[in-house]
Structures are given as C-alpha cells and as structure tokens.
C-alpha cells in the first residue's frame, strides 16, 4: 500500500534532499546558538566585547599576550544572570599587559608591556592583588590570552565583537523581515483580493516606493529616525515591504478564483476569513521563499549602513562596522581584520540564500516528492 504524505512532510522531504539549502539552514541554526549564547561562547564576555588593550592593538590571529590581572576591591552588583547572557558581564577586573615578572618577598615587579621593543618596570603589593589571599596569586593573577582572530585597532578581540556581531545581523534580518511581511501581506492581500481601486490605490504606493533607490529610502528614513540600533530595523523593514506585496497580490488573485474560495463565498464566509482562513495558508510557500530572499537582503543593508556609519553606532560590535573600522589594514600588514567579517557577511548571506532556494524547490508542487 503507497503510503500518503501531507504536504508539510512531502516538503520537508523535499528539502532534506537539498543538501545545499540543509548546509544553509545548518551554518543559520550556528548563527542563531551564537546569537543567544554568544556572551558565554566569547573569549570577552563585557558588554559588548569592548575590553580594550591599546597596547597590543591590530595584532595577528594567534597572538598570545600575557596578563596582570588586577581585581576590584568592591564589586557592585550589575545585573541577575539572564542579563548576562544577553547584555554580557561587566569585568569587575583590570588586564595589564606584560611580557614578564618577578617576585620578591611580597611584592611583585612588572615589565609592563608597551610595545614589540619596549617595557616600562612597575611592582604591586601582591596582598592588595589577590585581597589578601597570596596563596592563590600566580594562578588568578597572572594570565595568558591567545587572540584566535587577532585584535583591532583599540586592542579588542576581534573573535569576541565577531561572535556578538552575530546577533545585529540576525536581529535586523528578523525584524526587517517581520515589518515588510506584516505589510507586504496586509497590502498585497488587499489589493489581490478586492482588485479595483483598492488595488490601484496599493500598486500606487508600490509603484512610487520601488521608483526610490533603496539605499537613498532607507538613508532618508534613518536621518529622520535617527541613528541607533532599533532605528536601523525599522528604517530596512520599510523598504522591503513592496516586493511581498507585488508577490503576495498575485498570488491571492491567482488562488481567489479556484473553487474551494468560491465556495467559501458561497457558504457566507466573511473575507477577513477567507483571506486569512483559507487563502494566506495556501501561498504561504512563496512568502518563506520571500522572506529568506529579504533576510539576506536586511543582513547585506545594515552592514552597509553601519559602514557608512549611519548604522549601529559603536562600541557596539557590527560586522559592517568592524569592516569599517579595519579596512584601513587591508593594504598594509594585517587584512585579515576587515576580511574576517566580510567573510561572516558572505557566510551568512549565502546561508539564507541557499535556504531559500531550497524552499523553492520544495514548495513547488509539480517537483514530483520522494517515493
């Protein structure tokens, strides 16, 4: 007997056969762990990865740095551990580069590490150290960091602000995304489904938004919202909203003349129901298409905003901005520092556009499914 699949399964079966959109939805699923426990996986767990060494600045991946730690005496409470986990952990501590020390008698002898060829001898009270627990010094106190991507040039951690960078990208995908579906879908059903000036009137207003460069819109927007984080989502979902609507218009004149919507007609059904009840979850294949295609799109936009610095505003950590504040090194003695997130930009983009591609193909019901 021929088993019978629904159609969420038959496109899921679909889709696992799609090796490159199972490798996009894979690195997006990394994404999203990095996103939510980014400031627990990050070597700098400060808000937002901002502990800065000048001295050890635009360092190469690998560098090693060894460390005086000097606690405060007093910590303040900052915060329960859920506000950790999203906002990071204030560092109740100071790091003194160093590139040796000594000890004797109680007290301890630095060579503070200015640069490659300098040093500058300073010496601490090993008792006010480690607060009056000299048994536990060298272990505390003393510490060496390996840089994985090196540093930039205010000595942050490069791997750090590109770890904590990953919740901007996803954040202003996510909540582009969700602005121009709930308007692309409100006006495109609308305008599909009543046709006549309530279509002229939508197709107007999508008209004239498309005719505006999108670059240009979401410039004019974030100049009159102002700069910021949340300002930034709102200004890229504004200007997404057409191409779901244009998709989603089609798509519900297309279904509204097949038979099941007339009968629904027919049998008194309001069209705040039939749109909602029985068209919407009929053309829900092309808005996820849509709405991975946008998702990329909101990622690429916001890094180019933020590097042309009228995107997140610093010390924030965004890999558009961190191109930004390295590309300088790109001719001179250390690219990797604008080329690592560059290559993240190009990670992800390409993740979401190969999901997408996947749903395509899977939500295309003349694609014959899998015995």
């Known amino acids: 007997m021929q088993q019978t699949f629904s159609y969420k399964q038959q496109t899921w079966k679909r889709l696992k056969k799609n090796k490159g959109a199972l490798l996009g939805l894979f690195i997006i699923t990394i994404a999203l762990l990095l996103t939510i426990f980014g400031y627990l996986i990050a070597p700098d767990g400060s808000p937002n990865a ?3 060494t000048v001295e050890i600045q635009a360092k190469k991946p690998g560098y090693t740095q060894q460390f005086l730690k000097i606690p405060d005496r007093i910590k303040s409470w900052d915060g329960i551990w859920i506000d950790h986990l999203f906002n990071g952990e204030k560092n109740h501590y100071k790091l003194i580069p160093i590139s040796g020390y000594k000890i004797k008698n109680d007290s301890l002898f630095v060579n503070k590490f200015i640069d490659e060829d300098t040093s500058v001898v300073q010496y601490y009270s090993i008792n006010d150290l480690t607060l ?7 272990a505390q106190n003393i510490i060496i960091k390996k840089y994985w991507q090196g540093t930039d040039k205010f000595g942050r951690d490069i791997l750090s602000r590109l770890i904590i960078g990953t919740r901007v990208s996803l954040a202003v995908g996510l909540i582009a995304v969700l602005i121009s579906l709930t308007l692309g879908i409100i006006l495109g059903a609308i305008a599909g489904y009543f046709k006549g000036w309530v279509d002229e009137v939508v197709m107007w207003l999508v008209n004239v938004t498309w005719s505006i460069p999108t670059l240009l819109l979401v410039f004019a927007i974030t100049l009159a919202m102002g700069k910021g984080f949340w300002q930034i989502f709102i200004a890229v979902g504004l200007t997404m909203w057409v191409s779901v609507a244009r998709l989603v ?17 027919a049998l008194g059904f309001t069209n705040f ?3 909602v009840k029985h068209i919407l979850p009929n053309i829900l294949g092309p808005i996820l298409v849509i709405a991975a295609s946008n998702f990329a799109t909101a990622i690429i936009v916001e890094a180019g905003l ?9 010390p924030q950590p965004s890999w558009g901005l961190m ?4 590309y300088n090194f790109i001719i001179t003695h250390n690219p990797m520092l604008a080329l690592v997130p560059g290559f993240a930009i190009m990670l992800l983009v390409l ?6 591609n996947g749903l395509r193909d899977a939500v295309d019901v003349k694609t014959p ?3």
């Open 50 to 52: 901002d502990l800065q």
């Open 132 to 138: 009056n627990q000299p048994e536990s010094f060298i």
């Open 249 to 265: 218009r089609g798509q519900v004149m297309a279904v509204k003349e097949l038979e099941f919507v007339q009968a629904a007609k």
């Open 273 to 275: 129901r039939i749109i």
């Open 306 to 314: 933020s590097f042309l610095g009228i995107g997140v505003q610093p």
């Open 323 to 326: 191109i930004k504040e390295n």
């Open 351 to 356: 993740a979401f556009n190969l999901l997408g």
């Open 369 to 371: 499914s899998a015995p």
